[in-house]
Structure formats: structure tokens, C-alpha cells
């Protein structure tokens, strides 16, 4: 979504209703009925900016090189979501409310018309990805609000989720009232709105093994436990030992770890000088364990020594998984514990997205994007097809 959001909704409500001072004093009732909704316009508008601000502050400082889709997107369906609530419950829509929707639907671009949200909005039924990521109950929580309480929860405070939650019910009441003055229907629907809120931001404080992490609320160090504990698990509860002895495998999880680091801070736009500083931190915090040292790491796998050769065959992916992915899965397969494989891919790169926004954090510019994320969406591509080959 384009960051003219704010600026956009806000000008269009100002402009709905400018001329209405010009208006003869002998339709003052009339003006000043007006005026009030014109308040109400404005004040939606306001407050639909106010939570995308928010949004936008709580997710970029947890994570500075990669922000979750969903909350982009959410914020702009924060606003239509709380009007869909009302008009379940009204099952029409009042010429003032129409107004409001003309200006969301004016200014954004949705993957739907709003012909289409209006019909959706009265049945309570999905709509493209609508509610997939925007809604909001004590039963199920939308994948915006799922990132935007875990965003809360590593670098947001108490008063960013109270200021997002009373912008979401001022939207709902100004909608109803702009409905129908005298109805209180909005009191019970904004009830259940912060009752859902406040249950569901503590549900998401549990991360499962199959989810992925992309905020990094999950400590390194539990992830590196983790990821040791399943890892060694997979290893004891299949007969792989046969063929490479137990003391040579283990070790095998730190150094793919190394290994992921080392390409991630070789794709970085900086200097080889400042690309082996960075390596150095990087391992360093990213608490990683082996005997190798760094920037010799690197140097073996560049000048394709032995070491570097079996790093390569070992760890890099190209169209197929690396050997290492592809045993690791193996034995999930054989030992009935594929979640356990899937929950060691995602603490690697829970890990590799946190030791990206500290490089980011302490030399200021990695590149355009997510390197991480790229890097290991091409991992999880390869494992994928590998998953597909097993089947047929």
C-alpha cells in the first residue's frame, strides 16, 4: 500500500463536505447537522491515519529490514473492517455512510469494488483476503493483528496497542452514529471488539512449530536451543548413525548456521572490509558454535578448498535442497516428526532475520530489501520441491 494513505484520506474528508459554511442562516439546523457529520468524516478519517501510524512505527522498530504484508494491508482494511461490524448489524447502509465509504473507496485501491465489500459487509462473508487478515474475535485473529501484537510485544508498549484499539472503536461508533444517531448498537460491538483484542494478544504470545517468526519475538538463545534440541532429537530417533557417526552430525547445525550467515553478509552491499567486521559480529551474537574461524570460513569456501567444498555440497542450495536440508527432512519423514524439521527451518531463520536487523541496526544499510527473508524463502522454494518429489 502506497504511504499517501494518511495524507489521502485525510484531504478527502476535509473536502466532502467543504462548502457547507456558505449555507444560508435560514437552514441553521440544516448547517449544523451537517457540521456534525462533517466532524464525524474527519474524525474517521483521523483516526484511521492515527492507527496506521502506529502500525507503521511498532513494526518498523521491531523489525527494520522486513515488515509482514499483512500489516500494511491491514491498516487500510482496519477501517472497513469496523464498518462491516455495523452494517451486519444494520443489514443496509444510510446516505452518510455511504459518504465515508466513498472516501476510502475513492482514494485506495482494494482487490475488491465496493458493490462487492457491501455485500460481504451485510452477509458477514469473505471477500478476497478481507477477513483472512483483518478479523478480529475471541476465536480467531487475523494475520495482521497476529503480527501487529506480536510487533507489541518486542518493540511496541501498552499505550500503542490502547491507542489502536480506542482509534478501532471511534471508527465504530462514528459509523453507527452516522447510521442512526440514537442507536447503541455500536456500545456492544466495540465490547466485543476489546474484549477480542485484549484475549487475543495474549494468545499470540505462543509462536508454534509450524509458524514463522518473522518479527523475531522468539529470543536467539531459545531458538538456538531449540533448534539443537530437535535437531539432535531427529538424530537419535532415526538409524543415521549408521552411516556417519553421531559426534560428526551434531556439530553439522552450528556450521549450516555459519554457513547462512556467511552468504547473508556476502550479499550486502559494502565493502569486503566491512563485510568481514560485520561477519565477525554476526556470529558473535548470533552466539554460534564451531571451530571455524569466520573469516577463514570464507576464505575456504572461495578458493573451493576441501572444507569449502563440503560446505558447498553440504549447505548451498541451488535449484535442489542442500544435502543438509534434504537429510534433515529425510529424517523427519522416517521418524514421523516433520514438524520437528519444519520447526528447525524456522528457528534458522528466526535467527537470521534477527542477526539481519542487528547489522542493520549497527551499519545502517544492507541493501534494498530483506536479504534474509530472500535467502531463506529460496531455502524453504528447494525444500518444498523436495517434499513434492517425495510424494511422487
Known amino acids: 500500500m502506497a504511504w499517501g494513505f494518511a495524507e489521502s484520506i485525510a484531504f478527502a474528508a476535509i473536502m466532502t463536505l467543504r462548502d457547507m459554511s456558505k449555507e444560508e442562516e435560514k437552514n441553521r439546523k440544516w448547517i449544523k447537522t451537517q457540521k456534525f457529520y462533517q ?48 452494517i451486519e448489524k444494520q443489514g443496509r447502509v444510510t446516505h452518510e455512510q455511504l ?3 466513498n472516501i476510502f473507496f475513492d482514494n485506495m485501491t ?66 453507527a452514529v452516522l447510521g442512526n444517531p440514537n442507536s447503541n448498537i455500536s456500545l456492544d460491538i466495540s465490547k466485543q471488539f476489546v474484549e477480542s483484542a485484549n484475549h487475543q494478544i495474549n494468545q499470540v504470545r505462543t509462536i508454534g512449530l509450524k509458524d514463522i517468526d518473522w518479527l523475531g519475538i522468539v529470543p536467539i538463545s531459545d531458538r538456538l536451543y531449540e533448534m539443537r534440541k530437535f535437531y539432535v532429537e531427529l538424530i537419535d530417533s532415526t538409524d543415521i548413525t549408521e552411516e556417519i557417526a553421531r559426534e560428526e552430525l551434531i556439530p553439522l547445525i552450528d556450521e549450516l548456521l555459519l554457513r547462512c550467515i556467511c552468504d547473508i553478509v556476502m550479499m550486502t552491499k559494502q565493502p569486503n572490509a566491512v563485510k568481514m567486521e560485520m561477519l565477525n559480529d554476526a556470529v558473535e551474537f548470533a552466539q554460534v558454535e564451531t571451530n571455524f574461524e569466520p573469516e577463514q570460513y570464507v576464505k575456504e569456501i572461495a578458493n573451493n578448498t576441501e572444507i569449502g567444498q563440503f560446505s558447498n555440497m553440504m549447505f548451498s542450495c541451488g535449484e535442489k535442497a542442500s ?3 534434504a537429510v534433515l527432512f529425510t529424517m523427519g519423514g522416517k521418524a514421523n516428526k516433520t514438524d520437528e524439521a519444519i520447526a528447525v527451518a524456522n528457528d534458522v531463520l528466526s535467527i537470521l532475520l534477527q542477526v539481519e536487523n542487528f547489522l542493520a541496526d549497527k551499519y545502517h544499510f544492507l541493501g534494498d530489501e530483506s536479504i534474509a527473508k530472500k535467502y531463506m524463502l529460496h531455502v524453504m522454494g528447494t525444500l518444498s520441491k523436495l517434499c513434492e518429489e517425495a510424494e511422487d
Open 99 to 101: 459518504k465515508v465509504l
Open 323 to 325: 544435502t543438509f536440508w
Open 39 to 86: 466532524e464525524c468524516y474527519e474524525r474517521i478519517a483521523d483516526d484511521s491515519r492515527h492507527a496506521f501510524d502506529i502500525v507503521m512505527k511498532v513494526a518498523q522498530k521491531a523489525s527494520k529490514c522486513y515488515t509482514p504484508s499483512e500489516l500494511a494491508t491491514g491498516t487500510t482494511y482496519l477501517p472497513l473492517y469496523c464498518f462491516s461490524l455495523i
Open 110 to 175: 482494494y482487490p475488491f469494488s465496493q458493490h462487492r465489500y457491501l455485500n460481504s459487509a451485510k452477509s458477514g462473508t469473505e471477500i478476497s483476503d478481507f477477513r483472512k487478515i483483518i478479523t478480529l474475535s475471541k476465536s480467531q485473529a487475523g494475520s495482521f493483528w497476529v503480527n501487529f501484537f506480536r510487533a507489541l510485544y518486542k518493540s511496541g508498549t501498552q499505550q500503542d496497542f490502547q491507542d489502536v484499539i480506542d482509534c478501532a472503536t471511534s471508527m465504530i461508533m462514528r459509523f
